[in-house]
């Protein structure tokens, strides 16, 4: 059965930071590109990050820019998603996605984890 699990989110404070997972189980994540996306309380869903399946490509939303990080390790079938410098409107459930390339429409998703930037 193939699924992402996605682990990392929680509670922080504004300024924080948190390191997200998506492992991937029963299929390879070396064959796909993998984004992070979010949903907040009332708004649509929202693409945050994409790398390409070497990382020789990566993406960011413009409001994250410079405060997260994607990264991969194809050994672990996990990718990351580092955050830096969390703020109160990053608030959302982040979910984990796969595609062929970051410009295509994604076909796979995980259940998402919680993340909070509350004081």
């Known amino acids: 059965q193939e699924q992402f699990v996605e682990s990392g989110g929680g509670l922080v404070q504004p300024g924080g930071s948190l390191r997200l997972s998506c492992e991937g189980s029963g299929f390879s994540i070396r064959r796909y590109a993998i984004g992070w996306f979010r949903q907040a309380p009332g708004k649509g869903r929202e693409r945050v990050s994409c790398?390409?399946?070497?990382?020789?490509?990566?993406y960011y939303e413009d409001s994250v820019e410079g405060r997260f990080t994607i990264s991969r390790d194809n050994a672990k079938n996990t990718v990351y998603l580092q955050m830096n410098d969390l703020k109160p409107e990053d608030t959302a459930i982040y979910h984990c996605a796969r595609t062929m390339s970051c410009h295509n429409e994604f076909d796979f998703w995980g259940q998402g984890t919680q993340v909070t930037v509350s004081s």
């Open positions: 790398a390409s399946q070497s990382i020789g490509s990566t």
